[in-house]
C-alpha cells in the first residue's frame, strides 16, 4: 500500500488562492470596463426607443 501523498506547503496554497481571486478580479474589471461594445447603451428596457407599430391601439 502506498502512503498517503504529502499536503502542500501553505506557501502554495497562499499563492494559489491569489492568483485565483486575482484573475476573478481581472475578468470582471474586463468584462465591466474594458469589454468593446457600442456607446450609451441602454441600461434598462424602459431606455430603448419604441419599436414602431402599424397595429392599433384599441
Do not use: K, Y
Request: positive net charge.
Amino acid at each position: 500500500m502506498n502512503p498517503p501523498p504529502e499536503p502542500l506547503p501553505d506557501r502554495v496554497v497562499i499563492l494559489g488562492l491569489l492568483a485565483t481571486l486575482m484573475l476573478c478580479f481581472a475578468l470582471v474589471f474586463w468584462s465591466v470596463r474594458l469589454a468593446p461594445g457600442p456607446e450609451n447603451r441602454p441600461l434598462q428596457w424602459r431606455e430603448l426607443p419604441a419599436a414602431p407599430s402599424n397595429r392599433p391601439l384599441i
